[in-house]
């Protein structure tokens, strides 16, 4: 009897620690370390991923995380994740019964070699449904760092266009030729180079084409990518010397030509007393413009350098470097009017507006014509409720009035009956 009373009694108690105990756990979990790729290379930044797990649910997971401080460098924690210098820690303790929880921790590696990224401490993880804390199994990570792959980059890096704004390029541009010359008159101080790189992101540096000397100048130009390939394009720009011009003649120039097509390669600017002249196959007197009302849509007022020399022209809003500007002037006796000039085919011919321009300014009468109408339609409204609003306080009025005369009028007959 005593005998089955023992074995009960022993029953009960290990039943009770099974429980209640703290050196027997509920359920079982796991701690597990990952990375994306085993490659790794020195200097390049990889993401650790921890995962606690239990068929239980995580309710709730504390640890801590040590590594070697002269192989990586810890760079970005994620959510639940803090420290530094060689020790992090991950504090979930949020409520729920996921069962599996992951945790993100960025490291770079700093130089090649064997390292790894472990738990250096007690692992804390209970059960979302018990509360209770859980037996867990761990592993570490073991990263090996490799030597920095050089990596082969293109070399094609260069112009696909080189344009320029006086004179003719020899030879012809081509992308696999990089010296040229340019022949400029005595008159030009600087060359415009229109450029069009292989990649957007090349960078193009222009170097010796202004302040230009009677002469060899040479001009380079240097086009950069970012990944540290260049190539160097160098121009001979011969400025030709100083030569007497007569701009006295009495010869007119043929002041019908429009299109210019047989003008002369030469853009001359010049000063006859106080009055500028711009010269190509015509010779176009400049003027002040009356009214900056007369200006075309979308052009406004700027200043361009020709032989040393400063002249009003009007350039497209937002528009590019090289495009035609607009001058104003006369051509012999004619009406002044605007003239297109060209900087680079060095040529002038009479500005006509654009479709586009013109449809423009169309749209904006149109526009105009339209919220005129809406002011008279607005204003009409306005004027029928006033006239509605004063017709109702008359009618009001004389109701009261005849109200009145009624109402005196029953109380004199009254009194007249009572006499």
């Keep these: 009897m005593r005998y089955r009373l023992g074995i009960i009694l022993s029953s009960l108690v290990l039943l009770f620690s099974f429980l209640h105990g703290e050196a027997i756990y509920a359920a079982s979990a796991s701690v597990a370390f990952s990375v994306a790729s085993d490659d790794i290379e020195e200097g390049e930044s990889f993401v650790v991923t921890i995962t606690a797990q ?224 711009l010269k190509t196959a015509i010779d176009l007197e400049i003027m002040s413009v009356p009214s900056s009302s007369v200006i075309p849509t979308g052009y406004k007022e700027s200043s361009e350098i020709i032989n040393g020399t400063k002249l009003t022209v009007y350039v497209k809003e937002n528009g590019q470097k090289l495009e035609p500007v607009l001058v104003y002037g006369k051509v012999g006796e004619q009406e002044a009017q605007f003239y297109k000039l060209d900087r680079i085919d060095k040529t002038l011919q009479r500005y006509r507006a654009t479709e586009e321009e013109t449809a423009t300014e169309k749209q904006d009468v149109e526009v105009n014509g339209i919220l005129c109408w809406v002011v008279l339609l607005m204003a009409g409204v306005i004027l029928v409720l006033v006239l509605r609003n004063h017709h109702l306080k008359k009618r009001q009025m004389y109701y009261y009035e005849d109200t009145y005369e009624e109402e005196r009028t029953e109380q004199e007959d009254d009194i007249w009956d009572r006499d």
């Design 54 to 277: 239990s068929s239980a649910g995580v309710g709730g997971f504390q640890t801590y995380i040590a590594y070697d401080t002269s192989m990586l460098e810890l760079v970005d924690t994620g959510k639940h994740v803090s420290g530094s210098d060689g020790l992090i820690q991950i504090s979930d303790m949020k409520k729920g019964n996921k069962q599996i929880r992951e945790y993100h921790v960025t490291f770079k590696a700093l130089q090649q070699g064997d390292t790894q990224v472990y738990i250096s401490d007690d692992v804390y993880m209970y059960a979302s449904t018990t509360k209770e804390q859980m037996s867990v199994s761990k592993n570490s990570l073991q990263i090996h760092v490799s030597e920095k792959k050089k990596k082969t980059v293109s070399s094609n890096v260069g112009l696909v266009s080189l344009k320029v704004n006086e004179g003719k390029l020899l030879p012809d541009f081509q992308a696999n030729i990089t010296n040229y010359t340019l022949d400029v008159s005595a008159q030009t101080d600087m060359v415009f180079f229109d450029t069009k790189t292989r990649r957007k992101t090349d960078i193009v540096e222009i170097v010796g084409n202004d302040n230009l000397k009677e002469g060899e100048n040479i001009a380079t130009i240097l086009v950069s990518s970012k990944n540290g390939n260049s190539k160097t394009y160098t121009i001979v720009i011969k400025k030709s010397a100083e030569q007497t011009e007569d701009v006295t003649s009495t010869d007119q120039p043929d002041t019908n030509v429009t299109e210019n097509e047989n003008a002369e390669d030469k853009l001359v600017l010049y000063q006859d007393g106080e009055v500028q002249h």
